[in-house]
């Protein structure tokens, strides 16, 4: 599938990291290194804008190396971009860890996956068939 993209970064267009990889590499474009206090969120540049295919939408998502190693994730994870979304895409990073993380210029933040949807139609109806589940909610699945 082809992407339409404009690179207005000073670095390089997202790329997969290995061959079988499904997140293509999502860098921070920064004039300097940014540090980013406990608990603090900032809203990073990529200076990336995508034109998807219709019925496809991009997911941003963690890296999990920087979320096990520096406790640094991503909120509204995972992101969504939508087709006709045309604007810079934009990171908003978090550090959950208890120490302050610094983020250099051109370093990978997050991976996108471009995924196809279905467009559903909802159906009112008074009752739902009956299932083995129910209505139980969190945990009622049991342990292990």
């Known amino acids: 599938m082809e ?22 590499d999502i860098k ?19 200076g990336l804008y995508i034109q998807l295919p219709l019925d496809h939408e991009a997911q941003i998502r963690p ?11 991503l909120l509204n994870s995972p992101g969504t971009i939508d087709a006709d979304y045309r604007g810079e895409i934009k990171i908003i990073i978090v550090n959950l860890s208890n120490e302050s993380y610094t983020l250099n210029p051109g370093e990978r933040i997050a991976q996108m996956v ?7 139609t909802f159906k009112e109806v008074e009752i739902l068939e009956e299932s083995e589940r129910g209505d139980g909610g969190f945990g009622s699945t049991g342990k292990i």
Not at 17 to 22: D, F, H, L
Not at 28 to 45: C, F
Not at 63 to 73: D, P, Q, T, V
Request: no cysteine.
């Open 3 to 24: 992407v339409k993209i404009i690179n207005r970064s000073k670095f390089s267009i997202p790329k997969y990291a290995t061959e079988q990889s499904a997140g293509l």
């Open 28 to 46: 921070a474009n920064t004039d300097q290194p940014i540090t980013i206090s406990p608990l603090e969120r900032v809203l990073i540049p990529t």
């Open 63 to 73: 890296r999990s190396g920087l979320a096990i190693k520096h406790g640094i994730g």
């Open 114 to 120: 471009i995924g196809q949807y279905k467009k559903i």
